[in-house]
């Protein structure tokens, strides 16, 4: 069994800030949903800090661990994991508040897997958060994963990232997406996201 790490990192837009008057930024990371409490109306803007990026991709480049990604990449992900990832509209304004996309959302990521094996990989734990992963050399994940279970999930001690299986690896990367990039996870450095 295949499993990639998604990266978002482009030449793209930035987005540096939580939607206004949603959830506080670090429950994105506890993989529950949001809808429920989440703004009609929310914006999330280009950030004033890279003026000079203004592309909008399939997946926009976040500084937030989030991934905010095109109506184009929702179909194809909904499609294959239903029930492991939330989609949470989002309002594209650039650095002059033009709306620039109503076709991209936050897409919360709804499950966990533990995959990682912590023992054969080169990483380094955070101080503060001591179960959480903060530098990673080399990941190593665990032999004899199972298959089935999430699709599309966070890796256990490594919450900051996105993994996707074999099927949406495929799904995604033979479907012209722009701004996206992935890494096999077995042996990634931590790098390139």
């Given at each position: 069994?295949?499993?990639?790490?998604?990266?978002?990192?482009?030449?793209?837009?930035?987005?540096?800030?939580?939607?206004?008057?949603?959830?506080?930024?670090?429950?994105?990371?506890?993989?529950?949903?949001?809808?429920?409490?989440?703004?009609?109306?929310?914006?999330?803007?280009?950030?004033?800090?890279?003026?000079?990026?203004?592309?909008?991709?399939?997946?926009?480049?976040?500084?937030?661990?989030?991934?905010?990604?095109?109506?184009?990449?929702?179909?194809?992900?909904?499609?294959?994991?239903?029930d492991?990832?939330?989609?949470l509209?989002?309002?594209?304004?650039?650095?002059?508040?033009?709306?620039?996309?109503?076709?991209?959302?936050?897409?919360?990521?709804?499950?966990?897997?533990?995959v990682?094996?912590?023992?054969?990989?080169?990483?380094?734990?955070g101080?503060?958060?001591?179960?959480?992963i903060?530098?990673?050399?080399?990941?190593?994940?665990?032999?004899?994963?199972?298959?089935?279970?999430?699709?599309?999930?966070?890796?256990?001690?490594?919450?900051?990232?996105?993994?996707?299986?074999?099927?949406?690896?495929?799904?995604?990367?033979?479907?012209?997406?722009t701004?996206?990039?992935?890494?096999?996870?077995n042996?990634?450095?931590?790098?390139?996201?």
């Amino acid at each position: 069994m295949s499993l990639w790490i998604l990266g978002d990192s482009n030449d793209g837009a930035v987005l540096d800030a939580y939607p206004r008057n949603g959830p506080e930024g670090w429950r994105y990371l506890e993989s529950h949903r949001l809808s429920p409490e989440f703004p009609t109306d929310a914006v999330m803007g280009f950030s004033p800090s890279f003026p000079d990026r203004r592309k909008v991709y399939d997946f926009v480049t976040s500084i937030l661990d989030i991934r905010i990604v095109s109506e184009r990449v929702r179909r194809i992900v909904l499609e294959l994991a239903p029930d492991d990832v939330e989609f949470l509209p989002v309002t594209l304004v650039d650095h002059q508040r033009e709306v620039i996309s109503r076709e991209h959302f936050i897409m919360n990521v709804l499950n966990w897997r533990e995959v990682i094996d912590l023992e054969r990989s080169d990483v380094r734990m955070g101080a503060i958060l001591k179960r959480e992963i903060d530098r990673v050399r080399k990941l190593v994940l665990k032999d004899n994963l199972e298959a089935g279970g999430p699709k599309v999930f966070r890796p256990m001690h490594l919450r900051v990232n996105t993994m996707i299986d074999e099927s949406v690896h495929a799904a995604l990367a033979g479907s012209d997406l722009t701004g996206c990039s992935f890494f096999p996870a077995n042996g990634w450095n931590g790098k390139g996201t």
